[in-house]
């Protein structure tokens, strides 16, 4: 069974981009990995930007589904869409705090460590 996530940055323009990750996705995994490995802007937008994620592995590595487009990314108005539309958890690369923030599907916030 997989616990799926949403992994986003701010769009200023259109809401919250961002992109699927369909294994893992539960705060003591990937968003552990987050704050580990890909704890800048340039890491989020780097994931972001690219074909849906299978999962990411124990060292970090972002692993891709190979038949996706260039971009796969999606563009939400607010997390709480985002949740509704199936994901488990959403986690936002704020660029006002310059840290990862975690949503769960409740809409509760919990801070990824």
């Known amino acids: 069974m997989s616990t799926r996530s949403f992994i986003c940055i701010e769009d200023a323009e259109h809401g919250y981009r961002g992109i699927y990750c369909h294994y893992d996705g539960y705060p003591e995994h990937v968003g552990k990995l987050l704050v580990e490995f890909h704890n800048s802007l340039d890491a989020a937008e780097s994931i972001v930007h690219g074909p849906q994620i299978r999962n990411l592995d124990q060292d970090g590595m972002v692993v891709r589904y190979g038949d996706g487009t260039p971009d796969d990314s999606e563009v939400y108005l607010g997390i709480e869409d985002a949740l509704k539309s199936g ?27």
């Open 87 to 113: 994901f488990d958890y959403a986690y936002l690369y704020s660029t006002q705090e310059n840290r990862w923030i975690c949503f769960r599907n409740s809409s509760s916030i919990t801070e990824v460590r």
